[in-house]
């Protein structure tokens, strides 16, 4: 065991002076010292000193915590070859001095701002982010990545370039730049309303139209393209260093290469502010290359920190940061919110949304309300407009999404709750009418309290080890708890600062609190129900509010709230106090996609092999027939038909809609199947007499929970065909 000093055990006094500290092989601290005369001691055993890595350079002002065998590789640190003394001492006399001159330290900034897209009055705007978890990571810069890469790897990558194999586009797009250059920039979006809607999946957008276009090749300089076609394995690996700015695009692209050649550590988590904005520092050497920098987000779910943001580092890393320039980062996550959620002040119990992005004042809650869609009315009570800017069909912007599977209902308290006389809430559901909006029955319209379901807020508080910062997340219970005769649930304050939550000053939590949790599944079946909040004393007495306590997003500026109204408040004659209501359409059925077997002159296809004999092309139709349908008519669909491999749209064989009636082309019979015939020569086209076809059928349920679009919902179905002359 090595010997101790009390030079090597007193507190550090000078923020430059000397640390050393010895790592196994695979990167674990195993011990740490100072200089004592020249000399290092450890307290390790030879034999774990000796197969050790040990790094000596001056101590950061922030301290040696969270330096990991990289991040010591990246300093400018001196490496001794690990030769004991008879001591088991290490000897540092021999410190290069063109490396202490490299170890004067200086601060770097690093700032940016958080943003996410959404569509607000017909227009794409960029709002802020706020309360996200900005992660900052250092690259490992390629000088020091490069020789432990395996020659073999080397030699792949040359091969690669000199084959001049084409680019894929990356998915998703760079966003923001730093290959700005070599990536096409996505146009404006298309408004499709006034509402603000965050950016729904891609149907055949820019996204994927981009990642259809001609991939492009590699173009080098000439001399550096003969150089790499005459190296050796060494030889490349220099050019791959000396040229490292033509490559870094290309290797952005080629993921195989990527688990050789990057990797990060974090140097600090930092929070975005109610701008979006986030500022964080760390310290670096003076002669020390310029820092490679990537960053991630986290963003709170459910009281979770969940990422949100995490795009490949290849394609994303700043290389080369200036220290100050400004980050900008934006997000496409449908679970994050539109705004940044101020307290604000007064008694007012502001109902925002079902879910993250279902806005409670864009639900339907007039009972006659409907469209005319293919010719059939289709009624609307209950359902919203959250992410139909994109649907085709007449629907953009239409109340035609039914709610399904787990509701997250979230409010926003002010700051005058809770107060002496209102503590608790609770919420309540009824159903009104079944899913045909069929009258329900006695028993079912009776209203039963949402009382069972434990709820809590998170919220977090900054742990700081050294230069990084950390974020715990803990839990303020809301409930239930029995107050006199009821079950009720906690309004939390405004803060989480306080002694009553957190008692901590660096405790921050979303001003939007998830106040119940509905599984609609478990409700009284599908139909139209009404949700009510009601408000209670701590001796579970229910309290009257005002009118103007109950609010809702103006459906025209969703950033402000207004009084509810009376279409959200249960009138008088029913209940004296008025308690806010939501009607809300629950649907949880799946919808169908059947495709028949073809018809041609009264013969069907056969089912094992698919062929059907025409009688004369000019004479003879084939007719489709396929069921697309939803007990409620919740869906939408299209049906397309194309013949072998050829990109000839069969245009008068294909339609889409929604599944409530007839579209173009095709005719809905009474018994729900869509029917069509098609000329026989219009679908062989350019073949002489015979070819194949595939039929595809694909019903889209428009079914959401508030925060995404349900997959679960939607049917598919697939088929094949041939024509050929008797």
């Known amino acids: 065991m090595a010997k101790k000093t009390a030079s090597r055990e007193k507190a550090k006094t000078n923020p430059n002076e000397l640390v050393a500290l010895a790592f196994s092989k695979d990167g674990q601290l195993l011990a740490r010292t100072r200089p004592d005369n020249d000399k290092l001691y450890f307290d390790l055993k030879p034999e774990q000193l000796r197969y050790a890595r040990v790094f000596v350079f001056p101590e950061p002002p922030a301290g040696i915590e969270g330096i ?26 021999r410190i290069p001095g063109k490396i202490i001159q490299r170890w004067l330290w200086y601060r770097c900034c690093a700032r940016g701002r958080v943003t996410k897209r959404f569509l607000i009055d017909g227009l794409w705007q960029d709002m802020p982010v706020c309360n996200a978890i900005v992660h900052i990571c250092e690259v490992d810069p390629i000088l020091i990545v490069l020789p432990r890469v395996p020659d073999w790897v080397i030699d792949r990558f040359r091969d690669v370039v000199l084959e001049r194999i084409p680019i894929p586009i990356p998915e998703p797009i760079p966003d923001p730049p730093p290959f700005e250059a070599f990536v096409p920039i996505p146009p404006r979006p298309f408004s499709f309303g006034n509402s603000i809607q965050p950016l729904a999946r891609p149907l055949g957008g820019v996204q994927q139209q981009l990642s259809l276009q001609a991939a492009p090749n590699i173009e080098l300089p000439q001399e550096v393209r003969l150089k790499l076609g005459n190296a050796d394995t060494n030889q490349a690996r220099n050019l791959l260093v000396e040229h490292i700015d033509l490559f870094r695009p290309y290797l952005c692209r080629w993921p195989w290469f990527w688990p050789w050649l990057y990797r990060c550590d974090e ?5 975005t502010d109610f701008n979006g904005r986030f500022e964080a520092c760390f310290w670096r050497q003076i002669f020390e290359e310029k820092a490679d920098l990537y960053f991630w987000v986290e963003y709170e779910i459910d009281g979770v920190p969940t990422t949100v943001y995490r795009p490949s580092i290849p394609c994303h890393t700043y290389w080369d940061y200036e220290c100050g320039d400004e980050v900008s980062i934006r997000i496409t996550d449908p679970r994050v919110p539109f705004g940044c959620q101020q307290p604000i ?29 293919q010719g059939q009315t289709f009624q609307t009570v209950g359902l919203t407009d959250y992410a139909t800017a994109g649907l085709g069909f007449g629907l953009a912007n239409q109340k035609v999404r039914p709610f399904a599977d787990s509701l997250k209902f979230i409010v926003q308290f002010g700051s005058g709750f809770p107060s002496s006389s209102v ?18 029955s006695a028993s079912e319209q009776a209203w039963t309290p949402l009382d069972q379901r434990t709820m809590s807020k998170a919220y977090t508080i900054e742990v700081t080890s050294g230069a990084i910062t950390t974020f715990e997340t803990r839990y303020f219970p809301l409930g239930p708890f029995s107050i006199g005769s009821v079950n009720a649930y906690k309004i939390p304050p405004v803060s989480p600062k306080g002694s009553d939550v957190g008692n901590d000053p660096t405790a921050e939590w979303d001003q939007n609190t998830i106040t119940m949790i509905v599984d609609s599944s478990s409700l009284k079946g599908d139909g139209l129900y009404e949700f009510k909040l009601e408000f209670f004393n701590t001796a579970g007495v229910r309290q009257n509010v005002a009118d103007t306590v109950n609010q809702i997003s103006n459906p025209a500026n969703l950033g402000q709230s207004q009084p509810a109204g009376s279409d959200y408040l249960l009138p008088a004659v029913e209940d004296l106090f008025k308690p806010f209501r939501m009607k809300v359409r629950i649907d949880n059925q799946k919808s169908t996609a059947q495709i028949y077997t073809v018809l041609v002159d009264g013969k069907a296809s056969s089912t094992e092999c698919g062929f059907v004999q025409y009688d004369n092309k000019g004479t003879s139709d084939v007719n489709f027939r396929f069921r697309a349908s939803h007990p409620n008519d919740f869906a939408t669909f299209s049906f397309n038909v194309a013949r072998g491999n050829s ?14 009636g007839s579209t173009a082309n095709y005719t809905l019979g009474v018994d ?3 029917r069509n015939a098609v000329n026989v020569g219009y679908l062989l086209g350019p073949c002489p007499d015979k070819a194949a076809f595939a039929e595809h059928l694909y019903v889209d349920g428009l079914h959401t929970n508030g925060t995404s679009i349900l997959d679960s919902f939607d049917a598919s179905a697939l088929a094949a065909f041939a024509l050929e002359p008797k």
């Open 672 to 674: 729900g199947i869509y």
């Open 423 to 440: 503590t608790h809430y609770r919420w309540s559901y009824r159903k009104t009418h079944n899913d045909k909006l069929v009258p329900a």
């Open 345 to 373: 002040s007064g008694q007012i119990a502001w109902v925002k949304t079902i879910g993250w992005g279902a806005n409670v004042s864009h639900i339907e809650q007039n009972s006659g309300a409907s469209i005319i869609q």
């Open 647 to 660: 990109a000839d749209p069969l245009s008068n064989a294909d339609t889409s809609g929604m599944v409530v």
């Open 68 to 93: 990991t065998l990289a991040k010591a590789e990246r300093l400018q640190a001196y490496e001794p070859a690990i030769k004991l003394g008879p001591n088991n001492e290490l000897d540092i006399s």
């Open 267 to 271: 140097i600090t988590t930092v929070r």
